[in-house]
């Protein structure tokens, strides 16, 4: 089946660790996507990559890094600079352009 | 900035249709409406999306008002399984989520 698988399901950080959140598609999708959602709130963008091995940053990127060396992959890194990471994060992918976009199960990152 | 106007919740008995309301007065000519939803605990689905014409498909129906000012996305027989957030989008790269509007559907 095609789709998107994040991992893991619950993260654990503790205070001034950096911790890497995985994000995978087989869609053959060119663009990613990076999502923040607080409890109760819509989803804020964090990164998005519309082709391998370029990305910008979103409207929350401080304390945040993300690569794009494969197509496939798009790894977000929760740096110990970001103070409040405590949230669900979501990945994204699209065909690029306008054309729907699709959703993982997200992972739940939670603060030791 | 999301573009677009939803109320923050709504209630439907199960069973019955349901019509979610968005407004998005600064549309322009080539603004594709999308809307999604989320359920509970899950990352947000495709439901729908249109230009001008009114669409239909196994999910759902969007009526889109004649000026594009606003838009309707119409549960025909809402059922528990519809609770979520639903979002109205302005489709544009990338996506840019408002709050949406929570639905809550009552047995």
């Known amino acids: 089946d095609g789709g998107i698988t994040q991992s893991p399901k619950y993260l654990f950080r503790k205070e001034g660790q950096n911790v890497t959140l995985s994000c995978e598609q087989n869609?053959?999708?060119?663009?990613m996507y990076w999502y923040r959602q607080d409890p109760g709130q819509g989803l804020r963008l964090i990164y998005y990559?519309?082709?391998?091995?370029?990305?910008q940053k979103g409207d929350i990127a401080e304390g945040y890094s993300v690569s794009r060396e494969k197509k496939e992959s798009f790894p977000l890194t929760v740096t110990s600079a970001q103070k409040n990471p405590t949230a669900f994060y979501l990945c994204?992918?699209?065909?690029?352009?306008?054309?729907?976009?699709?959703f993982g199960p997200g992972t739940r990152l939670l603060v030791l | 900035d999301a573009k677009t106007t939803q109320p923050n919740s709504m209630e439907s008995n199960e069973e019955e249709p349901v019509h979610l309301p968005c407004n998005h007065s600064t549309i322009s000519g080539t603004d594709y409406i999308h809307w999604y939803r989320q359920l509970p605990s899950q990352g947000p689905e495709y439901v729908i999306h249109?230009?001008?014409s009114n669409v239909n498909n196994r999910m759902a129906s969007l009526a889109i008002a004649e000026d594009r000012k606003s838009s309707t996305l119409i549960l025909h027989r809402a059922t528990l399984r519809d609770a979520a957030v639903y979002y109205c989008?302005?489709?544009?790269?990338?996506?840019?989520f408002g709050k949406g509007t929570r639905l809550s559907v009552i047995a």
């Open positions: 994204a992918s699209t065909t690029g352009g306008l054309g729907t976009q699709y």
């Open positions: 249109g230009l001008t």
């Open positions: 989008i302005l489709r544009q790269t990338p996506l840019v």
């Open positions: 869609l053959n999708h060119d663009a």
């Open positions: 990559s519309q082709i391998v091995n370029d990305f």
